[in-house]
């Protein structure tokens, strides 16, 4: 059969021994400690899910992660020790075994890491009669959706769906009947590039190939979806510093390893930020009335900065950002920063003005002008840096995601207060 020669010559180049004798060392899937151990792994961290199946027996381990997304399931694998890790592939299917090692080669957030074995691989000179014996046999090991016919090189030629088959002659061979014309990924392929391409095409299982259009394996739609939908909430807790890892299953101990260095940065940044007060400490202690507006300018620009870095991460997200596309985001940003701060400005400096004259303060014109100013420059700015940040990590290699905000928070405290103390020590004597 083309695909066991396939695997064949796959495992010699890859130097793994494939047997295709059916082994008796899976798990039943009656076995309810197989059960129970599958919604226990999905809540966990992969290195948490890992340490956890690694005292249960290989065969228990091999069942659980056949139930998994499959990017979960390499990810679990990876996090296994040696020796375990290579009991579980030899429990496994010698299909699902080879595929998981081929799997691990890919980096991760690729289609690569969630490619499943093909099982319905035919030959274009095989008749409809011979396809639909062997698929009778296929469909009592795995879910089949489309039929994929390859040539001696294994090379993709076409596929068949299941309705060419009912309504064709038993003696029509596929080649007459698969469609030419097919949709491939390819493994290297970041996951949200390839979400961008099935965007249209809502397949329930695409066939992935390489370069040479050599069938690989196969990705589910449903696993591409899932595995996105994780990307993306995780995407939220990493901006406040919290890991991607971490999941509500997360012990005491791992959680506050994950939380703990971000915060301890995060106490670093905030002394920066008092800092800048400390430094204009003459001016707080003249005009004391500056104290109760020092929260308002901060409060305003942050907000302000979150908005720009939640637009960024998004278009970074969604691939909207190319290359070029960055000086056009910042100066948009910055004049959005303007136009609000403008207007948010006009408000907060009539609070100043009202409050200043209510006091009998003497410079309660000069004040309101100062807070205006300053709202001004610090939405300028914190529009700057919610758009800067991201961008800036994502060329040095970094998350763009990973406590962007904590960075952004420490600029526009800094900003806000500098601007506001420093104008009215300028501006107000």
Not at 27 to 54: C, F, G, H, N, W
Not at 78 to 92: H, I, M, N, T
Not at 297 to 310: D, E, F, H, P, V
Request: glycine share 8%; aromatic share 6%; net charge neutral.
């Amino acid at each position: 059969m083309p695909f066991n020669r396939r695997i064949l010559q796959l495992a010699a180049e890859m130097g793994v021994p494939v047997q295709f004798e059916t082994t008796n060392a899976q798990a039943s899937p009656r076995d309810p400690q197989y059960k129970a151990l599958i919604p226990e792994v999905r809540a966990r961290s992969a290195q948490d899910a890992a340490t956890m199946l690694a005292e249960h027996p290989a065969s228990v381990i091999g069942a659980v992660l056949l139930e998994l997304n499959p990017a979960l399931a390499q990810d679990i694998l990876a996090e296994l020790p040696k020796g375990l890790a290579d009991g579980v592939l030899q429990v496994v299917s010698p299909e699902v075994s080879l595929q998981w090692q081929r799997n691990q080669t890919y980096p991760p957030a690729t289609i690569g890491r969630l490619m499943e074995p093909a099982y319905a691989v035919f030959h274009p000179a095989m008749t409809v009669a011979q396809t639909v014996e062997r698929l009778r046999a296929l469909l009592k090991v795995a879910f089949i959706t489309y039929g994929y016919v390859i040539d001696e090189a294994s090379r993709l030629s076409g596929i068949v769906t299941m309705r060419d088959l009912l309504f064709a002659q038993d003696d029509a061979r596929l080649e007459s009947l698969m469609q030419h014309e097919v949709f491939t990924l390819r493994p290297e392929t970041p996951l949200n590039e390839a979400m961008k391409l099935v965007l249209d095409r809502h397949y329930p299982v695409y066939p992935v190939c390489n370069a040479e259009g050599i069938l690989l394996g196969l990705v589910r739609g449903q696993a591409m979806f899932a595995e996105q939908a994780f990307e993306i909430t995780a995407q939220v807790g990493s901006t406040f510093g919290v890991e991607k890892e971490e999941r509500l299953a997360t012990p005491l101990k791992q959680s506050f390893k994950f939380r703990h260095p971000w915060l301890q940065l995060n106490l670093v940044t905030a002394f920066v930020a008092g800092a800048v007060v400390a430094i204009f400490q003459d001016t707080v202690d003249r005009l004391v009335i500056l104290a109760v507006f020092l929260p308002i300018l901060a409060g305003q620009s942050g907000n302000t900065g979150c908005q720009a870095l939640a637009v960024t991460l998004r278009g970074m997200t969604l691939g909207e950002l190319k290359g070029g596309k960055e000086r056009a985001l910042v100066m948009k940003e910055a004049w959005l920063g303007f136009y609000n701060g403008s207007l948010t400005g006009l408000v907060a400096g009539t609070g100043m003005l009202v409050m200043a004259i209510y006091q009998g303060n003497p410079n309660a014109i000069a004040l309101s002008v100062v807070v205006w100013m300053a709202l001004v420059g610090a939405c300028v700015v914190s529009g700057i840096c919610g758009a800067m940040i991201p961008i800036t990590l994502k060329r040095l290699n970094l998350d763009p995601a990973t406590a962007s905000s904590i960075f952004l928070t420490t600029a526009t405290d800094v900003v806000s207060m500098g601007m506001l103390l420093g104008l009215a020590a300028l501006l107000v004597r």
